[in-house]
């Protein structure tokens, strides 16, 4: 079992910044996949990035690429998203979430990763 526990979110103007922690606690993190996904109102849950278990290789949506930055830090067991330039459309709630497969195989996909925190919410004012 894993246990993620996102922190972070809150309220932000158009433009702005935040940054989203995730801590991980259970087994060995570095043995898993890590993911942010986002689902607002209304909407589908949505891949935002993904990192691999050593945090050499990162995927990002189309709609945040250059915007936000993933990382993670081993030896703390936390992944990060810094969002930067958020913009009206990002708002939602943002879990991250990890997975056993090989990074490829599963990255963008929700389904298979087997372990999601509660989320963090996001909002962004004009």
């Known amino acids: 079992q894993v246990q993620l526990v996102e922190s972070g979110g809150g309220l932000v103007q158009a433009g702005g910044s935040l940054r989203l922690s995730c801590a991980a606690s259970?087994?060995?993190?570095?043995?898993?996949?890590m993911g942010w996904f986002r689902q607002a109102p209304g909407k589908e849950r949505e891949f935002v990035a993904g990192?691999?278990?050593?945090?050499?290789?990162?995927r990002y949506a189309d709609s945040v690429k250059g915007r936000f930055t993933i990382s993670r830090d081993n030896a703390e067991n936390t992944v990060y998203l810094q969002m930067n330039s958020l913009k009206t459309e990002d708002p939602g709630v943002y879990s991250c979430?990890?997975?056993?497969?090989?990074?490829?195989?599963?990255?963008?996909?929700?389904?298979?990763?087997?372990?999601w925190g509660q989320g963090t919410q996001v909002t962004v004012y004009s």
């Open positions: 979430a990890a997975g056993g497969a090989p990074f490829a195989e599963l990255v963008d996909k929700a389904n298979q990763h087997g372990y």
């Open positions: 259970g087994r060995t993190f570095s043995n898993y996949v």
């Open positions: 990192i691999s278990r050593g945090g050499s290789t990162t």
